[in-house]
């Protein structure tokens, strides 16, 4: 069993700058691919980024390239999503997730890739 517990939302305006953090339970995090999903209000939850087993792969959605950043740190269990030049339309709440079963290098960007699942953490971005 793996406990995602995500961290770091809040109200801010738009423009500056979030990092939410994902803590992951288990002893081979480093086994783990990891994501974060984001839902805004009235629509379905859709994929941010992904990152691969080293970290060393990243994949994000067009609507946050060059704006977010993906990382992890393996050592502290914990993936990061650095969010910068918020925008109102990135007012969502934010989940992390994670694959256990992963192949090195590969990134994962469908919903059903993923098996565990984080409660979320609220990101709202005010104009």
């Known amino acids: 069993q793996v406990q995602l517990v995500e961290s770091g939302g809040g109200l801010v305006q738009a423009g500056v700058s979030l990092r939410l953090s994902c803590a992951a339970s288990g002893r081979t995090f480093s086994n783990y691919a990891m994501a974060w999903f984001r839902q805004a209000p009235g629509k379905e939850r859709g994929f941010v980024a992904a990152?691969?087993?080293?970290?060393?792969?990243?994949s994000y959605a067009d609507s946050v390239k060059g704006r977010f950043t993906i990382s992890r740190g393996n050592a502290k269990n914990t993936v990061y999503l650095q969010m910068n030049s918020l925008k109102p339309e990135d007012t969502a709440v934010y989940y992390c997730?994670?694959?256990?079963?992963?192949?090195?290098?590969?990134?994962?960007?469908?919903?059903?890739?993923?098996?565990?699942w984080g409660q979320g953490t609220q990101v709202t971005v005010s104009s």
């Open positions: 997730a994670a694959k256990t079963t992963a192949y090195s290098g590969q990134l994962y960007l469908a919903e059903y890739d993923y098996n565990y």
């Open positions: 990152v691969s087993l080293s970290g060393r792969s990243t």
